[in-house]
């Protein structure tokens, strides 16, 4: 177990829905990073958030936007979702600097 | 930009054998890390490679780093069927910061 929570598991949803997946990092870890795995593109960085405030963004799309709270959990929202947003989602986080960066166990999205 | 690859994509091999994994990455990176994904799964972090010439160790699994070369390697010895995963290497993309580029991974299928 790495630490890192992320909820739900599994989220089957229609396209032009909205969705929230939300992440806990490890105890004591400040940054928060979000990736997706798809079959096309592979495992892409989407955003990372430090102590509350947005640090890097990837390929993240306008659709998409994601905060971090005062008690460090984050939520990556999805919005006007389209078929090819189906993915798996992680979340990561890690002690700056240096350590492993320790995955969750990911949200599976499904837009049907 | 960072780029990040992997060879080989697809890799089948036998019980008992030994291979190794390529890792290139394409500017310089002041570490290296490699995961393991089962299918479905998330990824389990294994090495953290920190320095030009760093080399670890865990059972039959032996990674190094030449940061020179900007080349990782992921040795297997003596490949056992539990070994069957996907694996990933991944570098920062600029220093002090875990927003990690993946390489496309390696998918290993060990054969009895």
């Known amino acids: 177990d790495s630490g890192v929570t992320q909820t739900p598991k599994h989220l089957i949803t229609a396209t032009g829905q909205r969705v929230t997946l939300r992440c806990s990092p490890r105890s004591g870890d400040l940054s928060v990073y979000w990736y997706q795995q798809s079959l096309d593109q592979g495992l892409q960085f989407l955003i990372q958030?430090?102590?509350?405030?947005?640090?890097a963004k990837g390929n993240i799309l306008e659709r998409f936007s994601a905060q971090q709270f005062p008690d460090l959990h984050s939520e990556l929202n999805l919005s006007s979702l389209e078929l090819g947003d189906s993915a798996l989602y992680f979340c990561?986080?890690?002690?700056?600097?240096?350590?492993?960066?320790?995955f969750g166990s990911g949200t599976r999205l499904t837009v049907v | 930009e960072l780029k990040v690859e992997q060879n080989p994509l697809f890799l089948s091999m036998q019980e008992g054998k030994n291979y190794t994994i390529y890792c290139n990455y394409s500017?310089?990176?002041?570490?290296l890390y490699w995961y393991r994904q089962d299918p479905g799964k998330s990824l389990e972090s294994l090495f953290v490679l920190l320095s030009n010439g760093a080399v670890k160790q865990e059972g039959r699994l032996m990674a190094s780093l030449d940061t020179k070369a900007r080349l990782s390697t992921l040795h297997i010895t003596a490949a056992v069927h539990d070994l069957s995963a996907t694996y990933f290497c991944a570098a920062p993309a600029t220093f002090g910061n875990e927003k990690l580029t993946f390489g496309t991974g390696t998918r290993l299928t060990i054969i009895p």
């Open positions: 500017t310089t990176s002041d570490r």
């Open positions: 958030y430090y102590n509350g405030e947005e640090r």
């Open positions: 990561a986080s890690s002690v700056d600097p240096g350590g492993a960066t320790d």
